[in-house]
């Protein structure tokens, strides 16, 4: 049976595919001869590639905090043909103090970010396992490995993603499933423009949290290096390896704020060395 990395044709299936990275995923894709289901909450959004491409690109609206809506497009989408490559892409950041976060705004990030992507991935895995093998692209983020003031709620999705991920990758692995968890830096996607602030309050204005706030808000595409259409062949072309990598960390940037996380982690867990063997039994 082929494999999603041999076979001709490939049938995607693309949240958050209005713009962004998940348009530039979708588009290259189609530019490669694949097919591609790619869901959205404003379906014109995609017209002009449904008028490019044809049959080959199909459209479907969907809230990805909606669990039901989750099952009937993934249905439907099954129902056209089997899929090879999920990308889990919808997403967004509040940006704001912990303490300034709403109940809602708490909730709705880790539905988008964690509990979608979550259900999207149980959805495919039968049918993966099924056929034979399938690809699951998990579009996380710097903010997977570094934690930031500000996105403390964001981080508890991507950080909640990067561990569901790694550990439904070796249920998976005899099944010729492969996860991949990607990890982009800044990309000129228009993720800045769409971040939500928190209501800033007097204890927080001019600590970290106000400080990062302040950059953000003074921060434009225009100064971010990450180039989506590169990220998005360079996603494509991991679903071309017979076995992927767990982690595709990309950005320069990315690559030197995870190098620094990991060694202070690293470092500080050895330094714990001793401590960590003293609570053991005695006998």
Known sequence: MPTPADKAVRHWFVTGASGGLGRHITGHALRQGDRVTATVRRPAALDDLR????ERLAV???DVTRPGDI???V??????GPVDIVVNNAGYAVVGAAEEMTVEQIRDQIEVLLLAPMLITRAFLKPMREQGGGR????????G???IPTHSAYHAGKWGLEGFTESVSREVADFNVHLTLVEPGGTRTGFLSALRYTTETAPYRDNAVGQTRR????TDDSSLTG????????IYDTTRVPVPPLRLTLGSDTYGAVHTALTERLTALESQRDLAASVAFAD
Do not use: C, F, K, N
Request: glycine residues 10%; charged residues 25%.
């Open 75 to 80: 249905g439907r989408t099954l129902r056209s």
């Open 71 to 73: 099952d009937r497009v």
């Open 145 to 147: 490995q570094v934690g």
């Open 215 to 218: 950059s953000l808000e003074a």
């Open 60 to 62: 479907e609206t969907l």
């Open 136 to 143: 699951i692209i998990q579009i996380s983020s710097m903010g």
């Open 227 to 234: 180039d989506p259409a590169r990220l998005a062949a360079a």
């Open 51 to 54: 008028e490019r491409y044809g």
